[in-house]
């Protein structure tokens, strides 16, 4: 068995010694026990709150690397003609905190018929596809960085939360 508790970045130049196939679910996990593509256990022990990245590698207790892989699974995928309809879309699905893979005019969300109505009234057209699902990871963040209104100051802006 395998267990990782250190992360080392998108870039790496050691070679890779095994790989996992990660779904959007699993790479927002801080404790996972996997398979490698291998057949190997692969436990993981990281911090919470950080998603894995596609394409990450991870250093094993005993010194092997491990690449972080997106799995393919089921997506709607949604697309318009304009930005305006896009943006409405994209508002109304912010507003509604749903995870968001956002491209050039056009979006993929986990299926969800509900969700799906919602959109298809907006404007866009949805099908149904199976991809790695790569949603945005947030304004806040690890690595985006926020000047205009962070939360960690202990001033007075004159509004509640």
Known sequence: MLEVYERLGTHCHDPVDEVVNLDHAQRDKGRLKLISAAGNEVRVFLERGKPLLV????????????????AV????????????TFSR????LGNRHVKLQVGERWLRIKPDH??????????????????VFLPESGAYSHGIHVSAHSHGQDTNHGHEH
């Open 114 to 131: 509900v969700l799906e109505e919602m959109i298809h009234l907006l404007g866009l057209v949805i099908t149904h596809e199976e991809a």
């Open 55 to 70: 394409g990450e590698f991870l250093r094993t207790q005993c010194g092997k690397i491990v690449q972080v892989q997106g």
């Open 73 to 84: 699974e089921s997506v709607a995928h949604a697309s318009c003609d304009d930005w305006r």
């Open 89 to 92: 879309a994209c508002y109304h």
